[in-house]
Every structure is written in structure tokens, then in C-alpha cells.
């Protein structure tokens, strides 16, 4: 697989959004009676969603600084390998913020379509984003991404460290 042969069709901002709005517009019902007795539910959702969009931001800086593709329909823009910032807790904090952001809003709207559908989206980015672009930087990185897939993990995590071998 080259880089120019990996174009996913679905945009994962796109599928966000439509979370997004299937979890506003299944707000609330049964579930309902549960966000009036713990209001601390609606908090901490939104505060995971706040979470989510700062990291996403925080990582969409980071591309730009080191001059590299946001885009994740066309990977053949890419030009770093960018390990720093955000990217030293999660290979794809894009995508980490995307599952935040809409599980977030989900628990502060107390949509469980909204939390069936946060964990559906998590299940497509890994399977059918992050593991074909996973491919494509691996030919384009070589030894660097192998390197920083053994320090760095797919999702979220502390950084482990690579034993010196002097």
C-alpha cells in the first residue's frame, strides 16, 4: 500500500458530527430521570467534551507547526512524523478527542443512543482510519514510526520508555 492508495471515504469529522446530532436529538427520555438526580453526570460530560475539543486543537497545532496534512480522507499529504505534544500520550489524539467530545456530550444529554453511537465511532477510527493510515506510515516512516508505536500508544496512555541498550 502506497500512500496515495488509502483514501477513506467517510470523513471522521463528518461521523462526529453525525453523533453529535443523533445525540442531541435522542436527549434526555427514559434516561432522564437520571441526569435531575446526579447533575454531576451533566458536568463531567461536558467537561470530557471540552477535553476532547481542546485536544483536537491542541494536536491540529501541533500538524500545523510541523507543516503537515490534517487531512485524514488524503494521507499522502503528510509530511512528519509529528511525536511531541500531544502525540508523546496518544498516536491519534485527533481521533481521542473526536470519541471524547461526542461521549461527552452523550453523558451531559443523557443520550444513551449518543454513548452506543461514541463507541461505535471509537470501533470504526480504529478499525477503518487509524489502522489502514498505521500502514501507510509505517512504508512512509519506516523504523521512526515502529519506534513510536512501541513508545506511544494507539489511543491514550503514558509514554513507555524504551530501554537503553548500551
Given at each position: 500500500m502506497n500512500p496515495q492508495s488509502f483514501k477513506n471515504p467517510v470523513p471522521?469529522?463528518?461521523l462526529t458530527g453525525v453523533v453529535v446530532i443523533i445525540?442531541?436529538?435522542?436527549?434526555?427520555?427514559?434516561l432522564h430521570a437520571f441526569d435531575r438526580t446526579l447533575p454531576i453526570v451533566g458536568w463531567a460530560g461536558y467537561a470530557l467534551a471540552?477535553?476532547?475539543?481542546?485536544?483536537?486543537l491542541v494536536a491540529a497545532r501541533t500538524f500545523r507547526q510541523h507543516r503537515t496534512t490534517l487531512s485524514p480522507i488524503?494521507?499522502?499529504?503528510?509530511?512528519?512524523?509529528v511525536k511531541e505534544g500531544v502525540f508523546r500520550y496518544s498516536r491519534n489524539p485527533m481521533y481521542l478527542g473526536m470519541v471524547?467530545?461526542?461521549?461527552?456530550l452523550s453523558l451531559a444529554w443523557v443520550s444513551g443512543?449518543?454513548?452506543?453511537?461514541?463507541?461505535g465511532l471509537l470501533w470504526y477510527l480504529d478499525r477503518f482510519q487509524i489502522r489502514p493510515e498505521e500502514k501507510v506510515l509505517s512504508q512512509q516512516?519506516?523504523?521512526?514510526?515502529a519506534e513510536y508505536?512501541?513508545?506511544t500508544r494507539r489511543w491514550f496512555g503514558f509514554v513507555k520508555r524504551l530501554a537503553n541498550k548500551n
Open positions: 471522521p469529522l463528518l445525540a442531541f436529538i435522542f436527549r434526555g427520555g427514559a471540552c477535553s476532547g475539543l481542546v485536544i483536537m488524503q494521507i499522502d499529504g503528510v509530511r512528519a512524523l471524547c467530545l461526542t461521549a461527552g443512543w449518543g454513548l452506543v453511537l461514541s463507541v516512516f519506516g523504523p521512526a514510526f508505536t512501541q513508545q
